[in-house]
């Protein structure tokens, strides 16, 4: 599978990703190499890597918690600390092995230990592979909120090995897909009724899918690197989506999400919205909320979650001069930005959502 030209560093696929690794240890002259991970990568996925990883560097592995609840400055700082106790340098390579947590978390602070070490991704989920991982944004939650703490800085390179894939979990699987819908929702008609037709699925099917939809993020990506107009298109969903997740991630009687179950019902409730403001085919929405509800399920809300929700979007890092900015959809395929929404017209999403 080819390679991928993103903006100044290559992304690989399967086979490719470790010949292309060997040469770039072998030029790069690194002092030692430091492996992230955490708890369920170290035992399912390291071993793996450690097997295709070829070189006479010193290699130390650091481990942090699993789960997006660690994914903040505290982790971080100890990351930083043990990097220091082990003489890391600033020509030292930090390697990224895990899902978003892992790359989001291990890019921040690669990017800022000695004012910048090089980074590579390994994403090692479905999630991590087709958004995380791709486009150079690195960071950390602030409390429970999304991502609030972080820089854009670009890796050496992205690896990403299908095989990772069969350690994973149905439900993080489901959380991948959830954002390869998007880029079919929000890019490509075409590549939205590929990815809801998975009952037809092979695995090379997939291996394919999860290409186009990295070359999907990518383009967006390359054209607007510092997310100031086109890039916005990726948080289709992700403005109810991320202020779901972030309530749902501390509430004492509901279950938490994971980020592609909330962006799923982030972007059945921004569909609504479209056809409301947008004027979205009424078609095409039934057809939104019944491929999702069919994959994922109905997360229950009532009343007395909608205030709190709507609270926690004023964080969203899309909002600007006291404006909460909606990514819409005119159709599949034809996104609009920076759309105001009234609060009612919230509501009325999750109502349409529950019914």
Same mark, same amino acid.
């Given at each position: 599978? =080819?390679?991928?030209?993103?903006?100044?560093?290559?992304?690989?696929?399967?086979?490719?990703?470790?010949?292309?690794?060997?040469?770039?240890?072998? =030029?790069?002259?690194?002092?030692?190499?430091?492996?992230?991970?955490?708890?369920?990568?170290?035992?399912?996925?390291?071993?793996?890597?450690?097997?295709?990883?070829?070189?006479?560097?010193?290699?130390?592995?650091?481990?942090?918690?699993?789960?997006?609840?660690?994914? =903040?400055?505290?982790?971080?700082?100890?990351?930083?600390?043990?990097?220091?106790?082990?003489?890391?340098?600033?020509?030292?390579?930090?390697?990224?092995?895990?899902?978003? *947590?892992?790359? %989001?978390?291990?890019?921040?602070?690669?990017?800022?230990?000695?004012?910048?070490?090089?980074?590579?991704?390994?994403?090692?989920?479905?999630?991590?592979?087709?958004?995380?991982?791709?486009?150079?944004?690195?960071?950390?939650?602030?409390?429970?909120?999304?991502?609030?703490?972080?820089?854009?800085?670009?890796?050496?390179?992205?690896?990403?090995?299908?095989?990772?894939?069969?350690?994973?979990?149905?439900?993080?699987?489901?959380?991948?897909?959830?954002?390869?819908?998007?880029?079919?929702?929000?890019?490509?008609?075409?590549?939205?009724?590929?990815?809801?037709?998975?009952?037809?699925?092979?695995?090379?099917?997939?291996?394919?899918?999860? /290409? +186009?939809?990295?070359?999907?993020?990518?383009?967006?990506?390359?054209? +607007?690197?510092?997310?100031?107009?086109?890039?916005?298109?990726?948080?289709?969903? /992700?403005?109810?989506?991320?202020?779901?997740?972030?309530?749902?991630?501390? /509430?004492?009687?509901?279950?938490?999400?994971?980020?592609?179950?909330?962006?799923?019902?982030?972007? *059945?409730?921004?569909?609504?919205?479209?056809?409301?403001?947008? %004027?979205?085919?009424?078609?095409?929405?039934?057809?939104?909320?019944?491929?999702?509800?069919?994959?994922?399920?109905?997360?229950?809300?009532?009343?007395?979650?909608?205030?709190?929700?709507?609270?926690?979007?004023?964080?969203?890092?899309?909002?600007?001069?006291?404006?909460?900015?909606?990514?819409?959809?005119?159709?599949?395929?034809?996104?609009?930005?920076?759309?105001?929404?009234?609060?009612?017209?919230?509501?009325?999403?999750?109502?349409?959502? =529950?019914?």
């Amino acid at each position: 599978m =080819n390679s991928i030209q993103a903006a100044n560093y290559l992304v690989h696929f399967n086979s490719n990703c470790y010949t292309n690794l060997q040469e770039h240890l072998a =030029n790069s002259n690194y002092s030692k190499i430091f492996i992230l991970v955490d708890e369920h990568t170290h035992e399912f996925c390291l071993p793996y890597f450690m097997g295709n990883l070829q070189t006479e560097t010193s290699v130390e592995v650091i481990e942090i918690l699993a789960g997006e609840i660690h994914k =903040n400055i505290e982790t971080c700082t100890g990351v930083w600390n043990v990097l220091s106790e082990l003489n890391a340098d600033r020509k030292s390579l930090l390697i990224n092995v895990g899902g978003g *947590v892992v790359t %989001d978390l291990g890019g921040f602070v690669a990017s800022t230990f000695k004012r910048g070490i090089s980074y590579i991704n390994v994403p090692t989920t479905l999630l991590s592979m087709v958004d995380a991982s791709v486009g150079g944004k690195t960071g950390v939650d602030l409390g429970t909120l999304k991502n609030q703490i972080g820089v854009i800085n670009i890796p050496e390179m992205v690896l990403i090995d299908t095989a990772f894939l069969n350690t994973l979990p149905a439900n993080e699987m489901r959380s991948g897909l959830a954002e390869m819908l998007k880029h079919g929702l929000i890019y490509e008609e075409a590549y939205w009724k590929k990815m809801i037709n998975l009952s037809n699925f092979t695995l090379e099917d997939l291996d394919k899918l999860i /290409h +186009d939809s990295v070359k999907i993020k990518n383009n967006v990506v390359t054209e +607007d690197p510092k997310e100031n107009g086109l890039r916005k298109i990726l948080n289709f969903g /992700h403005t109810l989506g991320h202020a779901i997740e972030s309530y749902l991630l501390t /509430h004492e009687t509901k279950e938490a999400l994971l980020h592609g179950e909330a962006i799923a019902v982030g972007m *059945v409730l921004a569909a609504y919205i479209s056809n409301k403001q947008e %004027d979205f085919p009424e078609k095409k929405l039934a057809e939104i909320k019944q491929v999702i509800l069919d994959m994922y399920g109905k997360v229950s809300f009532d009343n007395s979650d909608y205030e709190s929700i709507i609270e926690l979007m004023k964080y969203d890092k899309k909002n600007s001069h006291g404006n909460i900015n909606f990514v819409l959809l005119s159709d599949i395929g034809t996104p609009v930005l920076d759309r105001i929404v009234p609060n009612e017209t919230i509501i009325e999403a999750f109502h349409y959502y =529950n019914s």
